[in-house]
């Protein structure tokens, strides 16, 4: 499906479907997904949705070695009415070992699609294919506006003082005046972007030789300005070693909620809940243990079970009826991944 024709059909489907997403609790709204990652509303009601993808058959060379890479990445939209298309198809996608890398995350203004491209090859790429980077995509065409260049940005400035110069860029949020946020896995810092300023340092966790650490996958910014980073624990992900920090304004930390396993995103509701996506339990011989993942209400006594016996649940998105939608499935076969609604 071409790009034009992935926005004609949406547009149709929007004209003839005004009805809200209706569904079961744990039912699935959208099906036949490739690893769905993040998700997102636009103010229309529409569903938007990461896929990273499943990689490809082409061998290729990444920031770790050897890869496999196709263009299987795409973003997808549910509309009001239930109705599911691929809306921008054909990004790069790079399967690192049985890790998949592509699309990660979306978010939606006025008149654009932004989205993270993650981690991909660090050579033999096509013009118009990329990797590392934010791409602000035209909504009505799904052309592309323009593109910020995190690896560009963390081979020059290196913030974390890592070993490693590698980019994989995960989660967008903008604050009340436009700001863009937008964290960096592998950089291990939050950057922000303007038209005026470009990229530019919120906050970074140093990198420290030899030792496993947490990472930022996840951003929510309150009505008052603090900024919600939730952190994926680092290998072997010991039980209750993930985290969300909540910093001020500045950058600087005002608070952490502990104990956590896992996190993949957070929310904040607009009554303030906040609620965590952790991906698993934990991790075993086969990867991350199956059908353990869950939802939480994170509160200063702990947390509260909104949903759990998930499996890879990743992305998560509240309607304005407040019912929650979740992406389960992320790490999983083609066509296995799922966008179910949890209810309010």
């Known amino acids: 499906m071409t790009r034009r024709v992935g ?6 489907l929007l004209l003839t479907g005004a009805a809200s997403l209706v569904a079961a609790q744990d039912e699935p709204v959208a099906s036949k997904l490739n690893n769905p990652r993040h998700i997102a509303f636009d103010t229309d009601g529409t569903l938007y949705i990461a896929e990273a993808g499943q990689g490809g058959d082409t061998e290729g060379k990444g920031p770790y070695g050897k890869v496999k890479f196709g263009e299987t990445s795409q973003i997808s939209a549910l ?3 239930g109705e599911q298309a691929v809306i921008i198809p054909d990004l790069l996608s790079m399967d690192a070992g049985g890790e998949i890398y592509g699309v990660t995350s979306v ?3 006025d008149d654009s699609i932004w989205a993270t491209l993650g981690m991909g090859l660090v050579e033999g790429l096509k013009d118009g294919q990329h990797v590392s980077a934010v791409v602000q995509y035209d909504k009505k065409t799904g052309e592309v506006k323009q593109v910020i260049d995190l690896g560009a940005f963390e081979t020059q400035n290196n913030p974390d003082k890592g070993s490693e110069l590698v980019s994989n860029p995960v989660a967008l949020a903008f604050d009340k005046d436009g700001k863009l946020f937008i964290a960096d896995a592998s950089g291990n810092d939050i950057l922000t972007w303007t038209e005026k300023d470009g990229l530019q340092v919120f906050a970074v966790w140093d990198a420290v030789q030899g030792k496993t650490q947490s990472v930022p996958t996840s951003l929510a910014i309150s009505t008052d300005s603090d900024v919600y980073v939730g952190f994926l624990s ?4 010991d039980v209750n070693s993930a985290r969300i920090e909540v910093l001020g304004a500045d950058g600087k930390p005002k608070k952490t909620y502990s104990n956590l396993n896992l996190v993949t995103d957070i929310l904040l509701s ?6 965590a996506v952790q991906i698993a339990d934990g991790y075993g011989d086969l990867g991350f243990n199956a059908d353990t993942g869950s939802v939480v209400k994170v509160t200063d006594a702990g947390t509260e079970v909104v949903a759990d016996k998930l499996n890879a649940p990743y992305g998560i998105a509240q309607s304005k009826d407040g019912q929650l939608f979740v992406s389960t499935n992320a790490l999983g076969e083609a066509d296995a991944g799922n966008v179910i609604i949890l209810g309010g």
């Open 7 to 12: 926005f004609l059909i949406l547009i149709m």
């Open 79 to 81: 509309t009001t009415d």
């Open 107 to 109: 978010l939606l203004t």
């Open 234 to 237: 680092g290998f072997p992900y």
């Open 270 to 275: 607009p009554d303030n809940t906040l609620y």
